[in-house]
């Protein structure tokens, strides 16, 4: 398959998702128009589903108000428009558990946790927290995405590829016609997401990128590399595909340890946020 033939198949199924998800399609609709969080919260509460999940991220402890957000439109300013327009892009792509479709092992939790990377090197970067939380939430869609149109092939990859990413990228163009990253990008761009999420999720396996925003994602997942590897407690150098963009947000050596620590905390207090979207 060719890469435009994939993308041109990409586009197609994309445009047929919102036509089955109408308030999700509308939500976002809204936000892309700069409506008032009222507008989004009326809209959002029309959907018992998708209003259950913003009440019930809104609550967790990652936003220091757990228990206290009862209401729609005070969920939509708490979380908000960044993050709300994530979630509906998710139920446009059918990323909730009570779809139909199968989603890849721990979408959900690598997704919270480069979220939460994500917004923790914002500043350095100089990103707002909550563009950089959203494109952390989205940066692996294109990845959901191959995985539905064809779940054996993606395992396949993932056996073969064994967590290096740019032989994963390279075996998915070669499978599909496209890569994760990109095919992230159509759908965003198709929904009319701002150019700077398009481009951030586009280039996300992009050490060279030079938007801030991308910086920003590409930092905040090699974070939670180092999170997940245990390579910040120094017993062994990191490799440069870590070292350079966690340089690129100004995190070095002496600095690391105490982020990671930051960003152990920041996921255990998205518990209730990962709960609301698996």
Avoid at 112 to 127: F, N, W
Wanted: charged residues 20%; hydrophobic residues 45%; contains cysteine.
């Amino acid at each position: 398959m060719t890469a435009s033939t994939a993308t041109d198949s990409l586009t197609e199924e994309l445009r047929l998702l919102p036509m089955r998800e109408a308030v999700a399609s509308h939500l976002l609709s809204l936000i892309n128009d700069e409506a008032s969080a009222e507008a989004v919260g009326r809209a959002a509460a029309t959907d018992p589903s998708l209003s259950a999940r913003l009440l019930r991220m809104a609550n967790s402890a990652y936003f220091g108000l757990p228990g206290r957000v009862s209401s729609i439109h005070r969920a939509v300013v708490v979380l908000g428009m960044s993050v709300v327009r994530s979630i509906a892009v998710s139920a446009l792509a059918g990323l909730f558990a009570d779809r139909t479709r199968s989603m890849p092992p721990d979408f959900w939790s690598h997704s919270i946790a480069t979220a939460a990377g994500s917004e923790l090197v914002a500043g350095s970067a100089r990103v707002p927290p909550g563009d950089a939380f959203s494109a952390g939430l989205l940066h692996d869609l294109g990845w959901a995405l191959l995985w539905r149109r064809d779940p054996e092939t993606c395992k396949a990859i993932v056996g073969a590829t064994r967590g290096d990413s740019a032989a994963s990228v390279a075996a998915e163009r070669e499978a599909f016609g496209i890569a994760h990253p990109e095919a992230g990008a159509i759908a965003l761009e198709l929904w009319g997401l701002p150019p700077e999420l398009v481009q951030a999720i586009r280039n996300h396996h992009d050490e060279e990128g030079t938007l801030p925003l991308a910086r920003c994602l590409v930092g905040g997942e090699a974070l939670v590399r180092v999170l997940d590897t245990r390579a910040h407690l120094g017993t062994r150098p990191l490799e440069p595909e870590l070292r350079r963009p966690l340089q690129a947000v100004g995190l070095g050596p002496l600095t690391l340890p105490a982020t990671v620590t930051r960003l152990r905390n920041k996921i255990d207090g998205l518990s209730s946020f990962l709960a609301a979207l698996g």
